[in-house]
């Protein structure tokens, strides 16, 4: 096991060839929550520093999360070629669709349909480990551009906030997740 306190070149290149990763969130209360993304939604900015593209979803607990504790981590491991596990932790900021920054941050990504948060990351420690308990898995494709974005895109963005309105203005907690704002 190694522990860093910022990525370099070799862990940025080992980010950038993955197709998925985990990230996990707690509030003070409650439940615990770690999601798998993928698809093109994930930059590294800087040796301290990753920003993704948070896409609609069933449930908001990372938004929720981050308005009580803005600790996150984030998890790669590789399923293919050599063993690793990466660990990037940190902290977190939320920015949604009605923040000033929103447009300026969302060019950074390809559009996405259903495009509902974007999480900035200032990282304070990584740290690498064997990997050799993961299996081995071929990549075939991601679900997402076939099944996810088409989903939300014929909902249209109405659609979409209404979405929003019935399944992500708060955690499974209970908690607020600020998608429309502080209400």
Known sequence: MAIGKQLNKTLTTFIERQPMFFV??????GRVNMSPKGMNTLRVLGDTRIVWLNLTGSGNET?????????MTLMFCAFEGDALILRVYGTAQTLHPHDADWDAALAQFPAMAGSRQIFDMTIDMVQTSCGTGVPLMNFEKQRGPEELLPYYADMGADGVRDYWSRKNVDSIDGAPTGIFGDT
């Not at 996990?24 to 209360?29: E, I, N, P, S």
């Not at 938004?63 to 600790?71: E, G, Q, S």
């Open 24 to 29: 996990a969130t707690a509030a003070t209360d």
């Open 63 to 71: 938004a929720a999360h981050l308005r009580d504790v803005n600790r």
